[in-house]
Every structure is written in C-alpha cells, then in structure tokens.
C-alpha cells in the first residue's frame, strides 16, 4: 500500500467509516456517493414468500427476502416495524443497521419473525452497497475463496439419485419416512426408513453423496435408531436429527453415533450457534441466511465455525433471492462446503418474477454471482398475479391423536 491509500485507510478509520471502504481500491471507492439515505420500505407477499424493498433517495433499491411458513403475515408486518429505527439513516452502513434494528427495540432480535424480518432488510441493504458500487456482494466480503459452489438437491428413491446424477449433480438430499401421511405409528417403521437410505447408496454408488434431513421430526430415541441404521451408507450428514431446543440431547446422540450431524436452520444470529460450535456438537452448521440474521451475520457464524474445525452447509428452502444471498456467503467463505438448492428451478412466472434470472449449473457446481448486488430484482407487476397464500404446514399427529412434530 503506498502512502496515499495508507493516509486514506487510516482517515476512513478514524471516521468510523464502514470497514469495507478500507480494503477497497480507489477506482472502486470513488463510485460511492455521498449523502445516501434511507427513505421508506415496501413489503411484498407472494405466493408463501415476503420480500422487502428498501428505497433511497438516490434512487437505487435493494431486495431482500425472510420468510417462514405459515408466519409470512407477521413477517411483514415485523419488517414494517423495523422502518422506524432506519430511515433516514445512511444505506451504507450496514453493521450499525443491523445493530440497531437487533438492539434498539429493547425485546432483541430473538426468534424466527423477527430475525427474519432482520435478514430481509440486511439482505436488501447489501444489495443496495453492491449495486452502488458496481460489484458482487461476495467482492465486498473479502472476494472469492473458491471458483465455483457445489450444490444438492432434494429427492426420494434410488430413481431421484439417477436423474440428480443425469443432470451432473453429486448430491441428494432425502427425509426418513416416519409415517403414512398425517398419522405417524408407534413403532416407527425403522426397517423402512433406512431401506430407502440403502436404496440410494446402491443408485448413487460412492462417488455421490446422500444426506438425509429428520427435520426435527424424531424424538432421541427415534434419532438414535435411525442413526445407527442408516450408518452403513455413509451418509453425509443427518440434518436436525431431534428438536433445537436441548443441545444437551444433541450432545447425547452425537455421543452415541458415528453418522455426521448437521443443525441450524431454526438458530439464528452468532449468539443463537455460539454454544452448539464451541461444544463440536455438529459437523455442519446450517445457517440460513433468511433467518440467521442476513449476509453478514451468516458469515459471523461461519467465521465461528472454521475457528472450530466444523464446516458449513446452508439451508435455503425459499427464492431465488435466498439462493443468491446464500452463494454470495458461499463463495467467500472458505468452509462453506455445499450448498441447498431451495427454488431456483426456473418456470414461466419466477423467471418472470425475477426478470428471468438464470443461474448456470454444471457438473454439480455453481457458478459465482456475477451482477452488481445480490444479482436479481422483483418484478413487481408479476408479484400481483400471484396473491398471498398462507404456507401452512400438514399436522401430523400420532395414531393416539396427540401431536407430532411437523
């Protein structure tokens, strides 16, 4: 750095200036204006999805996503909430933002609504940084730690395995099948469960891997049963093998098996994965960046977790914004290993609801972002075709009538 750039980073530091301007280039620097506020947020509910946009007064808007099944009403309202503690503010200044719109309101960002509606607007922001300075959002996190993202998708049976293979994809995701429909029995059908697991060895072979998500729908001892089945095909990781809130019962099973386990869609910020990284209880973290708390927040969390050894898979089961918010992350964070697909197979209407965005696939690889921002927009005329429907999740229930985990 010669002393030009140096007396430039030392001043910018002692402004308080935000610290990406500091590993920037001047050519780069020079392409952010000055005075950018923030003037207003606009919500918008399509199909079961909430988006936000958020305006400024120099004319470049940023889009963000968060939302949850069957919650995507107070999701909204919850982003609308959060327009107090940030207009009028600085557009750029995302760090002071987020801590803001997490700190200010006293009852902290705890939760799925409220850290999702956080997630949305820090999403939108970033875009907005992006697009302001004609680059990727990943190049303003460090820039790029690999060439290309690995990605799965989500599939059942050994006739799932071939087509994810046909299409040059290396991995698959599946669910154990705990029940006929709505009814779940006791006892579970184990022999069924990881009979499917073996199938799909058997389609896959070993060069391809199976990773098979329990969405919290086993109790411990269901867990525990279903681990030491599945364990002879070596599976990549099972995902949310029992419910988040006792991590002592992870710990517990994590003790007990040799299949790697994977958790974290339903935590959320650093402070939400602080205990389950610094205890090793898993060997992937799942943030999902529509949730976790946004961009940078996912990135915390997976600095936490490369400091332990432990790797990352995201979650991402929302659209295409999720997906491009979640590669983002991916490309410039070195242990971010795979990453879930989530809806970003192209139909007439999303390619129309996001101007026909396209995200290159080959050989079981992502290509990285290459637009200014997150790298897609909301068409807004498409987006009221299509109205609010609640994503309610089936409620499963035991042969007894009492209630299973959905």
């Given at each position: 750095?010669?002393?030009?750039?140096f007396?430039r980073?030392?001043?910018?530091?002692?402004?308080?200036?935000?610290?990406?301007l500091?590993?920037?280039?001047?050519?780069?620097?020079?392409?952010?204006p000055s005075?950018?506020?923030?003037?207003?947020?606009?919500?918008?509910?399509?199909?079961?999805?909430?988006?936000?946009?958020?305006?400024?007064?120099?004319g470049?808007?940023g889009l963000?996503?968060?939302?949850?099944?069957?919650?995507?009403?107070?999701?909204?309202?919850?982003?609308?909430?959060l327009e107090?503690?940030?207009?009028?503010?600085?557009?750029?200044?995302?760090?002071f933002?987020?801590?803001?719109?997490?700190?200010?309101?006293?009852?902290r960002?705890?939760?799925?609504?409220?850290?999702s509606?956080?997630?949305?607007?820090?999403?939108?922001?970033?875009?907005?940084l992006?697009?302001?300075?004609?680059?990727?959002?990943?190049q303003?996190?460090?820039?790029?730690?690999?060439?290309?993202?690995?990605v799965?998708i989500?599939g059942?049976?050994?006739?799932?395995?071939s087509k994810?293979k046909?299409?040059?994809?290396?991995?698959?995701?599946?669910?154990?099948p705990?029940?006929k429909?709505v009814?779940v029995?006791?006892?579970?059908?184990?022999?069924?469960?990881?009979?499917?697991?073996?199938k799909?060895?058997e389609?896959?072979?070993?060069d391809?891997d199976?990773?098979?998500?329990?969405?919290?729908?086993?109790n411990?001892?269901?867990a525990?049963e279903?681990?030491?089945?599945i364990?002879?095909?070596?599976?990549?990781?099972?995902e949310?093998?029992?419910?988040?809130?006792?991590?002592d019962m992870l710990?517990?099973?994590?003790?007990r098996?040799?299949?790697?386990?994977?958790?974290?869609?339903?935590q959320f910020?650093?402070?939400g994965f602080?205990?389950?990284?610094?205890?090793?209880?898993?060997?992937?973290?799942q943030p999902?960046?529509?949730?976790?708390?946004?961009?940078?927040?996912?990135k915390?969390?997976?600095a936490?977790a490369e400091?332990?050894?432990?790797?990352?898979?995201?979650?991402?089961?929302?659209?295409?914004?999720?997906?491009?918010?979640s590669?983002?992350v991916?490309?410039c964070?070195?242990?971010?290993?795979?990453?879930?697909?989530?809806?970003w197979?192209?139909?007439?209407?999303?390619?129309?609801?996001?101007?026909?965005v396209?995200i290159p696939?080959?050989?079981g690889?992502?290509?990285?972002?290459?637009?200014?921002?997150l790298?897609?927009?909301?068409?807004?005329?498409?987006?009221?075709?299509?109205?609010?429907?609640?994503g309610?999740?089936?409620?499963?229930?035991?042969e007894?009538?009492?209630?299973?985990?959905?």
């Amino acid at each position: 750095m010669d002393r030009r750039k140096f007396l430039r980073s030392a001043a910018l530091a002692a402004a308080g200036a935000p610290f990406w301007l500091e590993i920037l280039n001047e050519d780069v620097y020079a392409k952010l204006p000055s005075g950018i506020r923030i003037t207003k947020l606009r919500t918008f509910l399509v199909k079961s999805w909430v988006f936000v946009k958020v305006y400024t007064n120099k004319g470049v808007v940023g889009l963000g996503e968060g939302a949850i099944a069957g919650r995507e009403a107070s999701i909204a309202a919850a982003i609308k909430e959060l327009e107090h503690y940030i207009v009028g503010k600085d557009a750029t200044a995302i760090e002071f933002l987020w801590q803001a719109m997490y700190r200010w309101p006293r009852w902290r960002g705890g939760g799925p609504i409220l850290n999702s509606a956080v997630s949305a607007i820090e999403i939108a922001l970033w875009d907005i940084l992006g697009k302001l300075l004609d680059v990727p959002i990943y190049q303003l996190l460090g820039g790029a730690a690999r060439n290309r993202i690995r990605v799965y998708i989500h599939g059942t049976g050994g006739e799932a395995v071939s087509k994810a293979k046909a299409q040059g994809l290396t991995a698959i995701k599946t669910g154990p099948p705990v029940g006929k429909g709505v009814v779940v029995k006791r006892p579970w059908n184990l022999r069924r469960a990881a009979a499917l697991i073996q199938k799909m060895r058997e389609a896959a072979g070993d060069d391809f891997d199976i990773m098979t998500d329990a969405h919290g729908k086993l109790n411990p001892v269901m867990a525990l049963e279903y681990a030491n089945a599945i364990e002879p095909y070596r599976v990549m990781f099972l995902e949310e093998p029992i419910q988040v809130e006792d991590l002592d019962m992870l710990a517990w099973l994590g003790n007990r098996t040799k299949v790697p386990l994977a958790m974290g869609e339903r935590q959320f910020t650093k402070f939400g994965f602080k205990e389950m990284i610094s205890r090793h209880l898993v060997s992937y973290v799942q943030p999902d960046v529509v949730h976790a708390g946004g961009i940078l927040e996912t990135k915390k969390i997976a600095a936490m977790a490369e400091a332990h050894f432990i790797d990352v898979a995201p979650h991402n089961h929302q659209s295409l914004v999720n997906t491009l918010a979640s590669l983002h992350v991916d490309a410039c964070t070195p242990n971010c290993v795979i990453q879930e697909r989530g809806f970003w197979i192209q139909n007439d209407w999303l390619n129309d609801l996001f101007y026909g965005v396209e995200i290159p696939l080959t050989d079981g690889y992502s290509a990285l972002p290459d637009k200014p921002g997150l790298g897609c927009d909301l068409d807004e005329e498409v987006a009221a075709k299509y109205p609010y429907e609640p994503g309610y999740r089936a409620p499963i229930v035991f042969e007894d009538g009492s209630v299973f985990d959905s």
